[in-house]
């Protein structure tokens, strides 16, 4: 009984951490999680997408073609909650919940020594480790990519007691690959990988394993289909660092063998990234909105039972044996990528590495001979994890990183509806903000589907180029057009990059409101003419 | 002939030398004693390493000590300067105490520069890629071991951690913490780890070797 308590509290403990002001820390969303709601919202109220696309495979957005399961999922607290910041993130957060709750099962059913202690460490550390909190507080698809991956391997390990359960594992596995990019390649790579280390087992029950090869190939047929069109391959040709386009932009001109040696090298510097300690423990994913100011994936403290942990998994066991493949495989898309250490992408690393501290965690409590110091550290680390975190997410990052998560588009949203009779242009240099004013202002889906209809140059899938200018009621957004500012009726609103306070000056304009971020720095300013009529 | 390949073939040993050439003996040294206690442990050469290992240490801690390098660069004074007020609107009571201000006026730079400067050098991509994809502003950025070494050092480490010897973890968390001290723009980069580095190489061409032979 008194296991049971402690295994739920954690659960709770989890649940708490992810849902508490879900809507309000930090209190926006960046422009992919606007895109993600609009979409949702869209397809509620019209089953098309903001492109008028009924019911997409991939969805277009920016002509990024983001995976369609997030999206077709906000639909439910969409439709329950209304569009809102805190039903957009809901998805994520409750895959973060249940990724806790398996991460328990999994290791529990999988592992041969220590089995609740085990679990309970590992749903623990799942529960509080940066990277798990952080990306279920946003509406961040590849945390649910990660809870369906998770889904998988956990019937894969019921498999073991009934083989009927394969097959639900691999529809986890093929239903993944509809969260998230990443997981295209992981799920099916992982899905070779454990069949062959467990391959005395399931050659005997090969029908089933055929069955449910069928089933997943079925499953992912309609991504198949567009597996070689634009939409497609569209973000891997945005971030590859080896296509002809990529040694252009960069005015390499290489021989064919000098290019294989560069490639062969971004590729090693790239995989090996994501096991440093460096990247692991301490240096934070370098772009700005994926990351917490300060904090890496992991607490710094959190490298010592790593250590240990490496040194168990060398021992075998079935847990192991499951975990080895997923660390091995998982960075292999992210590699392929230019970007260093691009978290989002080897969730699944992350989740194998905390189960792998968790059982050096063991080693270490072990050293502890009387319960009460066991629990007595598990429970200052715990606190001193979660205080870290709230300083670094609570304070650095909704200071410090505002404009990452649309803060001051938001004000803008709000501010501008009290001026309806002046035309507004917003300068969209910096992010693709028409999706903040669609969103928040709910612009009916049938009216903006009629005007992005035109963004389409070829078919859905085919539309790769993307046009960042648009018009949303009394709002454009396009570059400030100089030979306009002046006009009577006219607002012009840019950050001070795009209107600096001498070209206000020049073009006779003065400034009506301001829009500060939350550190209290004037993110944006808007400007009217001071031209005054006889 | 391994523990010469694993000592010499690395332009690291080569760049040391042409710069600082006592140094690179001592890490020769160092390297050689590591190694033969990995194969055999001896309590002279025990001793013999850590003190070899800690006189080295303070010689270079004593000549390359620089104020500059425990305190905030001009970019992380953009950073941290801010941060004050955010504590304050974020934890009240809780940092605007004496013992919390204290704290973070006087210690904090120091902690964190340790930290920065250990776990830095924990850092595969430091040895073998010259840091790249994440090369460090401000560090002069090398090649210490050419790439072909790689999968003869994840060898050697994974067999280490099979069987951890007592007295080279104890030597590996020396090295750990001494390095911890010198600051990351030292030009010839972490050269405690050079006897560690090359002891994992070796052993894992010793565990090619055994593989080959079988």
């Known amino acids: ?43 509620l109220q019209t089953g098309k997408d903001q492109y008028g696309k009924a019911f997409p495979v991939f969805f277009r957005s920016f002509a990024a073609y983001q995976s369609p399961l997030y999206i077709y999922l906000t639909v439910i607290p969409v439709f329950f909650f209304g569009v809102s910041i805190f039903s957009i993130k809901l998805v994520s957060a409750v895959s973060g919940i249940i990724l806790v709750v398996l991460t328990f099962f999994i290791v529990y059913l999988a592992s041969e020594k220590n089995k609740l202690s085990l679990a309970c460490i590992s749903t623990l550390l799942v529960a509080i480790s940066p990277w798990s909190l952080f990306f279920s507080r946003g509406a961040i698809e590849a945390n649910l990519a990660l809870t369906i991956l998770a889904f998988g391997l956990l019937f894969f390990i019921l ?52 069955i449910s090869s069928i089933i997943f190939v079925l499953i992912m047929l309609p991504q198949l289909l567009l597996i070689f069109s634009p939409g497609s391959t569209k973000r891997l040709d945005q971030v590859n660092y080896w296509s002809n386009s990529y040694y252009e932009q960069n005015n390499l001109s290489l021989s064919p063998l000098e290019k294989i040696k560069s490639i062969s090298y971004e590729f090693i510097s790239h995989y090996l990234t994501y096991f440093s300690p460096r990247s692991l423990f301490f240096d934070p994913d370098p772009q700005f909105a994926r990351s917490l100011p300060g904090l890496s994936v992991f607490y710094i403290w959190m490298i010592i039972p790593c250590f ?57 409590l072990d050293l502890l001979k ?58 969209n240099s910096k992010d693709t ?102 | 002939m391994l523990i010469l390949i694993a000592t010499f073939l690395n332009p690291w040993i080569f760049y040391i030398f042409k710069n600082k050439p006592l140094i690179a003996i001592c890490l020769i040294a160092l390297s050689l004693i590591s190694i033969k206690i990995i194969q055999k442990p001896q309590k002279k050469l025990t001793f013999l390493l850590f003190c070899l290992t800690f006189t080295l240490f303070l010689v270079i801690f004593t000549s390359n000590f620089k104020k500059t390098d425990w305190q905030y660069t001009p970019t992380e004074e953009k950073v941290v300067t ?20 204290k704290y973070t006026k006087d210690i904090k730079v120091y902690i964190e520069k340790y930290i920065q400067n250990t776990i830095e050098n924990l850092d595969p991509n430091l040895f073998f890629l010259s840091s790249h994809p994440r090369e460090r502003p401000g560090v002069y950025e090398f090649e210490k071991y050419w790439i072909i070494f790689l999968p003869f050092f994840i060898l050697g480490f994974f067999d280490f951690l ?32 050079f006897p560690v580095m090359n002891t994992f190489i070796f052993l894992g061409l010793e565990k090619v070797l055994k593989l080959i032979k079988k």
């Open chain 1, 370 to 427: 009387k319960n009460y110091f066991k629990f007595s550290l598990l429970f200052f680390l715990t606190a001193f994890s979660v205080f870290e975190f709230y300083v670094h997410y609570s304070i650095f990052f909704k200071y410090e990183r505002s404009e990452y998560f649309g803060y001051p588009y938001i004000k803008l949203t709000e501010e501008i509806k009290k001026y309806p009779q002046y035309h507004f242009t917003v300068d």
């Open chain 1, 308 to 364: 240990f942990g490496i040194k168990n998994m060398l021992n075998g066991g079935k847990l192991n044996k499951i975990l080895i493949p997923l660390i091995i495989l998982s960075p292999l898309p992210a590699s392929l990528t230019k970007e260093p250490f691009y978290t989002l992408r080897v969730l699944p690393l992350f989740f194998a590495f905390t189960i792998i501290i968790a059982q050096g965690m063991i080693n270490i």
């Open chain 1, 433 to 534: 903000l028409y999706i903040w004013f669609a969103l928040f202002w709910k612009i009916d889906p049938v009216k903006m589907q009629s005007q992005t209809k035109f963004d389409l140059d070829k078919d859905y899938y085919n539309s790769v180029s993307f046009n960042k200018e648009s018009d949303i009621e009394n709002v454009s957004f396009k570059p400030i057009d100089w030979g306009k500012v002046s006009s009577e009726n006219e607002i012009t609103v840019g950050d001070a990059i795009a209107i600096s306070e001498t070209q206000a000056k020049e073009h006779g304009l003065i400034s009506i409101f301001e829009i500060k971020d939350y550190s209290g720095k004037v993110a944006l300013t808007a400007y009217k003419s001071n031209f005054k009529k006889n």
């Open chain 2, 82 to 101: 801010p941060r004050h007020n955010e504590f304050t609107q974020g934890l009240g009571a809780i940092y605007t105490n004496k013992l919390s201000l």
């Open chain 2, 162 to 193: 099979k069987k951890p010897g007592r007295i080279f973890s104890l030597y590996i968390v020396s090295v750990i913490f001494i390095s911890g001290f010198i600051s990351r723009t030292y030009s010839q980069g972490s050269i405690f780890y």
């Open chain 1, 159 to 210: 498999s073991f007691k009934k083989t009927v359960f394969l097959i639900l594992s691999f529809i986890f596995f093929s239903l993944s690959t509809y969260a998230y990019h990443a997981e295209r390649v992981i799920s099916v790579l992982l899905i070779f990988a454990l069949v062959a280390i467990f391959r005395k087992y399931f050659f005997k029950q090969r029908i089933i394993v055929f």
């Open chain 1, 1 to 43: 009984m008194k296991k049971i308590i402690l295994v739920v509290s954690i659960f709770i403990f989890a649940a708490i951490l992810r849902l508490y002001l879900l809507d309000s820390m930090p209190p926006g969303l960046n422009a992919d999680e606007a895109s993600i709601g609009y979409d949702a919202y869209s397809i």
